[in-house]
């Protein structure tokens, strides 16, 4: 607390209190002179948030003396006590004698020359210095006098002045106007924090005095939990897929074969995506079992499958002319990390044809996942080997391109995301295949939301689904638009051990509908 | 996706028309091709004192190799946009009657087995249109022959050289001649080190280097005009005066070869000086039964159903007008005359891509235009919502775990073997673990068998964060699983780690206490849990007690020594060893750079379910 100086009590607090009751209004700079600004600060505050007083800050600035000012406030200015020494010696002195009755030779170094120039001194006939004027005004020590003690000089033109001979220098001074507050009292009422069950218990609370809780500041730190922002979009998704009758894919598989990562999806053995640039292989275990059924209750006819698609890639089949190439049964049972989730979307498709709705049919399926998947890419600020792929498909008979559209604009409504455009594009499986386009308002421009299609007969018909059921697919990834929506600009900040912990501790709710 | 720069102003003067960017936009839009960049306002480059034209920065679908240059992007628009018809391509013989013949030896089976050709005559090159040439080549090469591994280009001076051709395979050493642009010959063996760091073909020596034969081909006086897929010879190198261009193609893809055929021919026909007429080449390969005559330019005849392309398209066309909107699509096509719901289209030999009526029913609804399409319901049938069973049990935990003051993360699933081992005083018995064949990084080498490795890296990236750190992640690691098809297997984690200046062994031990509880799982105490067996399987075992776990102390290395304990769950009569929470062994701590004590907890999900 208060560092009190000056023969005070110590209770720096009480002393402002005794003060004000016998003025309204103090001047620290008088009542107090000697107490530091920072002390008094704090007393001040004290009082203040108790309403015992009130007070105004004054910051000026202010002429302070240097060392050599306060000497010639106290002696004189270094002519004047020249010509005084020589003023008490009418024969005058040498300058040995002189420096002796002024007792600093310096003083007497700069004081005589100043004092020749004033025709205060002359050198007398034996070369002995004597004086000249009769009296003399030693204004800067008035000057100096002036302001030691008002702080101030009537004529500025003075201060400058001194300020340039470096006599003085200014200083920043505050100090406080100090006014009685409505709860003024000469005691300082113990003040209580908070209300407890004690002060309920014995009525205390009726009569304490309670400190003004401080509604500038937050409130208590909650250590609370948080769930990763990723995974709160992907919550949202995952509720508007459920609002919209979808079943979710059991997509808890991260390593594929070939087979359905690709040969079964109508990808060509040489397509680029293929790649060991695109694509992670696995090296241990070494490679895959031909599609089997693994448990009781799966009756599919994997062989059938298998030769279906080996014969649709290598001479074509189902009207189509195939992409006439010896298909490589190792290819196909390659083990992959993989590369979209639509592997899975094969196998759940392949099941669905064995299925019996009640008309003896396949029937309507909606199906779903969030889940992640590998790319063997370099990694920048927009891509990782890693990310979520959302993935939608729709089952069902007589569907055409236009339904795949409204769906796509319901989808996006529930995302706040309006008007959307559709432009053709290639992808290998799926045709006709379009990607999803929006008008961002922020960037001003068309950008990609999101890639859909048809699946492709060739595809579809080696699973041995009726040629009449259409399947809609269509994907876009979990962090593209988490990213355009909190504007976080490098994947590395939202996905992976890198992502700081404040961001996710800090991240709001999601509400995907709200723009 | 491929991205060609076209000349702006000579692509508007081929077009017949101005656009605005936003209109051409539109336009590429509309057609499926995507303007990438309008160059007209950028700096451009300054070669030979002169700037570089204004260039349009086209993206190409990777299924259109016939826009993969100027030409073919200015002639498919001009065909979309209905102001040219298809060029009818056409095979000329010679006056002679005589085909130039390219013989196809035998061994050529042991290196690159399959060759085609065609002769452009008469042909008139300006800089762009052979630069257009040399380009369209190089995206071919790169794109279609997947960098020339399954087809190869070479064009020659055909005044230079003299048919009959041979396509042979010989020992390196026994081939010498003068690559193109070089001044002095070489063998192939020296060849192979010529270009060994040679920035553009350095890449492709791999193709052929360790074939006992390379490929060659040679004209009638032994003359090398190619060793594919490297290089061209320079004695048959074209120039801006060649008037007669001699194409090989040669291929280990039989399909691929014949369509790169088409696509040369077909786009730089026009320049002939009787625009779109191609010589024909002889094949004679009697070893493989590919003789033949090169290239086959006749449109491929399919049909395609009325119904199915209005079911598709949610339209009510007549065969007429969709036989019209093909047209825009460069087909030319005709209803059948003997049934109603058939229509007969010719796919030209550009269309490589088009390989079922699906493919012509989308070109219907572009020509249409995908965003006129009449909009219907998205599907008739009401199906069931239904979560998955395990994501459903992971949230569960996510919740509680996050109300119980934990904070999320998401770390990466690849990790490097070390991470994964090593640093937690593991082991790799060899039967664990899924590993990666190509990482591109040591980041990346296996699939995580733990969730602790990346909720370790997680804190060590958050030292500035004030303690204690609380973090946890619910997520799949993956094991090996030999009887599976797919030869692995995921499981579902939970997972929490504790970090700050005192250990909080026991704040770890009650977030498990919590999370079971709130799983319905009771506490036994040890004394009512069975010893514990180290299989992580379900035992079968003693009646009269309930269901619930206990936790047993360990001596693991992961762990600080007497700090350590392995959770077992019995359910059903059945135990297991789910899992094991304790300090982390200082050791551990140091690998992954942490200086305060971290406790961890992880236990396997799915026996929950």
């Known amino acids: ?515 | 996706m491929p991205t060609i720069s076209v000349d702006k102003a000579e692509l508007y003067k081929a077009l017949g028309q101005e656009y605005t960017t936003e209109g051409f936009e539109t336009l590429c839009f509309e057609f499926g091709i995507e303007l990438d960049e309008d160059t007209s306002n950028t700096e451009r480059p300054i070669v030979n004192g002169k700037q570089e034209p204004a260039q349009l920065k086209i993206e190409i679908p990777a299924n259109r190799y016939d826009m993969l240059c100027f030409e073919g992007i200015a002639l498919m628009l001009n065909i979309f946009r209905e102001k040219t018809p298809l060029p009818n391509y056409r095979l000329v013989t010679p006056k002679s009657g005589k085909l130039e013949t390219i013989t196809v030896h035998p061994d050529t089976m042991k290196v690159r087995p399959y060759v085609s050709g065609a002769i452009l005559r008469n042909i008139k090159f300006t800089q762009e249109n052979y630069d257009s040439f040399i380009s369209l080549q190089d995206k071919l090469h790169q794109n279609l022959a997947r960098n020339r591994t399954l087809v190869a280009i070479g064009t020659h001076d055909l005044d230079t050289i003299k048919g009959p051709f041979t396509y042979e395979a010989l020992p390196p050493k026994d081939i010498k001649f003068k690559p193109l642009n070089q001044t002095k010959e070489m063998t192939g063996e020296e060849m192979m080190t010529f270009y060994e760091k040679d920035k553009h073909l350095g890449k492709f020596l791999n193709i052929i280097r360790d074939k006992p034969v390379y490929p060659v081909i040679l004209d009638s006086k032994r003359t090398v005009c190619s060793m594919p897929p490297i290089i061209n010879s320079d004695h048959s190198k074209i120039t801006l005066d060649t008037r007669n261009v001699f194409i090989d193609i040669t291929a280990t893809d039989r399909t691929k070869l014949e369509i790169v055929n088409n696509i040369i021919v077909a786009m730089f026909s026009q320049y002939c000086a009787e625009p779109f007429t191609i010589e024909p080449v002889e094949v004679i390969s009697k070893h493989n039964s590919e003789s033949r005559q090169v290239p086959d330019i006749s449109p491929r005849k399919a049909t395609a159903e009325v119904d199915y392309i209005n079911a598709c398209c949610g339209l009510t066309e007549t065969p007429e007008r969709i036989c019209s909107l093909l047209t825009k699509m460069c087909y030319s096509a005709t209803p059948s005359n003997t049934d109603a719901n058939i229509i007969n289209v010719s796919v030209p030999p550009t269309r490589a891509d088009v390989l079922h009526q699906c493919d012509i029913m989308e070109d219907v609804a572009i020509a249409y235009g995908f965003n006129n399409l009449p909009r219907t319901a998205p599907s008739k049938a009401s199906t069931i919502a239904q979560p998955l069973m395990v994501n459903k049990l992971g949230d569960i935990v996510r919740m509680e775990a996050a109300m119980a003051g934990w904070s999320e993360v998401m770390p990466l699933i690849l990790c490097s073997h070390d991470e994964n081992f090593a640093w937690l005083n593991r082991k790799d018995d060899g039967s664990t673990a899924v590993r990666l064949a190509n990482p591109k990084t040591a980041e990346y080498q296996i699939v995580r068998t733990s969730l602790l490795p990346g909720m370790l890296k997680t804190i060590r990236e958050n030292k500035k964060h004030s303690v204690p750190i609380k973090v946890f992640e619910v997520s799949d690691v993956a094991f090996k699983e030999e009887s599976l098809e797919r030869k692995s297997r995921n499981e579902r984690h939970f997972a929490a780690a504790f970090y700050s200046k005192t250990s909080g062994f026991e704040v770890v031990h009650g977030l498990l206490d919590r999370v079971l509880l709130m799983l319905k799982t009771a506490f036994l105490t040890h004394e009512e849990g069975l010893k514990g067996d180290e299989k992580l399987e379900f035992k079968g075992d003693a009646e009269g007690k309930g269901d619930g776990y206990w936790i047993e102390e360990i001596d693991e290395p992961t762990f600080f020594q007497g700090h350590a304990a392995a959770i077992w769950l019995r359910l059903g009569g059945k135990q297991a060893r789910i899992g094991e929470f304790g300090i982390l062994h200082p050791s551990v701590l140091e690998k992954f750079e942490l200086r305060y004590p971290v406790s961890t907890l992880e236990i396997n999900l799915e026996v929950f379910l």
């Open chain 1, 1 to 515: 607390m208060a560092n009190v100086q000056n023969g005070s009590t110590g209770d720096l607090p009480s002393e402002i209190l005794q003060a004000l009751s016998q003025k309204d209004t103090i001047l620290s700079t008088e009542t107090f002179p000697s107490i530091k600004s920072t002390d008094l600060k704090g007393a001040l505050d004290r009082l203040a948030s108790r309403s015992m007083i009130a007070y105004e800050t004054i910051d000026r600035e202010e002429p302070v003396l240097e060392a050599e000012a306060l000497q010639i406030a106290e002696n004189g200015s270094h002519e004047a006590r020249v010509w005084e020494a020589l003023s008490k010696k009418m024969e005058g002195l040498t300058v040995a004698e002189l420096e002796a009755a002024v007792g600093d030779k310096s003083v007497v170094k700069v004081g005589q020359g100043k004092a020749f120039k004033l025709k205060w001194i002359e050198k007398g006939k034996d070369g002995r210095l004597v004086k000249l004027a009769d009296s003399i005004d030693d204004t800067a020590r008035e000057h100096l006098q002036v302001i030691q003690k008002t702080k101030t000089y009537p004529d500025p033109k003075v201060i400058t002045d001194l300020k340039k001979r470096k006599l003085l220098k200014m200083q920043k001074v505050i100090s406080f106007k100090i006014q009685k507050g409505p709860k003024f009292a000469l005691e300082i009422a113990k003040e209580e924090t908070d209300l407890t069950a004690d002060m309920l218990a014995s009525g205390a609370w009726k009569t304490a005095t309670f400190k003004p809780y401080n509604f500038k500041s937050l409130g208590a730190d909650q250590n609370a939990g948080a769930l990763h922002p990723l995974n709160k979009v992907r919550h949202e998704f995952r509720q508007i897929f459920f609002e919209m009758g979808f079943e979710e894919m059991p997509t808890n598989k991260y390593v594929e074969t070939g087979f359905w990562n690709f040969d079964a999806l109508f990808v060509p053995q040489q397509h680029p995506a293929r790649d060991l640039q695109d694509t992670f292989y696995i090296s241990d275990p070494k490679t895959a079992d031909k599609p089997h059924a693994e448990d009781a209750n799966d009756k599919g006819e994997y062989e059938s499958y298998w030769k279906n698609v080996q014969e649709v890639h290598q001479k074509g089949k189902y009207g189509s002319i195939g992409y006439r190439y010896p298909w490589a049964e190792d290819e196909s049972l390659r083990l992959v990390l993989r590369t979209h989730t639509t592997a899975i979307s094969t196998a759940m498709l392949h099941k669905l044809a064995l299925k019996k709705g009640p008309d003896g049919r396949p029937p309507p399926a909606r199906y779903f996942s969030i889940d992640r998947v590998f790319r063997n890419e370099s990694v920048d600020a927009t891509h990782l080997a890693e990310f979520h792929q959302v993935e939608g498909v729709i089952a069902d008979y007589g569907l055409s391109l236009g339904g795949l559209m409204e769906f796509m604009e319901i989808f996006f409504h529930k995302m706040g995301i309006e008007d959307l455009r559709f432009k053709p594009a290639y992808n290998p499986y799926t045709e006709p295949s379009m990607e999803i386009f929006s008008f961002h308002k922020g960037l001003n421009k068309l950008v990609e939301i999101g890639n859909s299609g048809m699946f492709r007969p060739e595809m579809l018909e080696a699973m041995g689904l009726p040629k009449d059921m259409r399947v809609f697919g269509w994907g876009l990834s979990l962090e593209r638009p988490t990213m355009i929506k909190y504007k976080v600009n490098n994947i590395r900040e939202l996905l992976g051990h890198k992502v700081d912990l404040s961001f996710i501790e800090r991240n709001p709710a999601v509400r995907l509908e709200k723009t």
